[in-house]
């Protein structure tokens, strides 16, 4: 079977669905339309201390995976870690370090260290970090269960930005590669997943759009069929005009 494994995870579905700016009654359809089974969380939406809780809208069988969202360096990501496998009793993580406030771009040394830590402790640690090959191999070499590059600057939509220096990890990297931020269509995430990128993580892109449900299920399919031409193998691009049928034979007299 041609599954995601993370760790001792494993999932159908390649299809990983954020939830940081859906309103908590259109989660439950976003999940249902995409068919997903990972699903993305910031420990301060499972603890607002409201009556309403993002945790009472995901279907029980939804693997939670906790971000450390707000982390400005590792000790904070581990704090939040702890605290997250607490709440949501999970041992997955998606390490989030971000110090930068108008770019938002993730600290990759300081991830790196989150790594060690997070390891240590019995995490499957996830490492959100910007596409930089010396950074991705010390996050393998520390443990980390997958890498997590940056297409574009998290929230953008602008696509795949950064695809030179993924397809260079793609080369490199020998643990799955999940390409997370800035994906904006299904053309996208199909453009990816057929580069070979072993999932995508989606939040803006569906949480913005007209109709939640619809472009859940539309990145959902776009994401399958990536992958399925992945698997194909795709036709190599030519410099010049072939055609695909012969065009001799038939005119001889």
Do not use: H
């Not at 980390?144 to 574009?152: D, T």
């Not at 399958?224 to 194909?232: I, N």
């Amino acid at each position: 079977m041609d599954s995601l494994k993370l760790g001792k995870f494993e999932f159908k579905s390649r299809f990983i669905l954020g939830s940081g700016k859906y309103s908590l009654e259109l989660i439950k359809a976003a999940i249902n339309e995409g068919e997903v089974e990972l699903l993305t969380l910031a420990l301060r939406r499972a603890n607002t201390g409201k009556i309403e809780n993002i945790l009472d809208y995901i279907p029980e069988n939804i693997k939670l995976l906790p971000n450390t969202s707000g982390a400005r360096n590792a000790q904070e990501a581990l704090r939040i870690a702890r605290l997250a496998r607490e709440l949501c009793k999970s041992e997955l993580i998606k390490i989030e370090i971000i110090r930068d406030s108008r770019y938002l771009l993730p600290d990759n040394y300081e991830t790196i260290k989150a790594v060690e830590l997070l390891v240590k402790e019995g995490f499957t640690a996830l490492p959100y970090m910007s596409a930089d090959l010396y950074a991705a191999r010390a996050m393998q070499d520390a443990g980390a269960a997958a890498i997590m590059p940056l297409a574009a600057p998290i929230g953008t939509n602008k696509g795949l930005s950064a695809k030179d220096f993924i397809q260079i990890l793609l080369n490199e990297i020998e643990v799955p590669i999940i390409v997370d931020a800035g994906l904006g269509t299904p053309a996208q995430a199909c453009e990816a997943m057929q580069m070979g990128v072993s999932a995508c993580m989606i939040n803006t892109a569906i949480a913005n759009s007209l109709d939640v449900a619809k472009m859940s299920r539309a990145f959902s399919l776009a994401i399958k069929a990536g992958r399925e031409a992945f698997l194909a193998g795709l036709a190599p691009s030519k410099d010049f005009a072939q055609a695909s049928s012969p065009l001799t034979g038939f005119l001889r007299d």
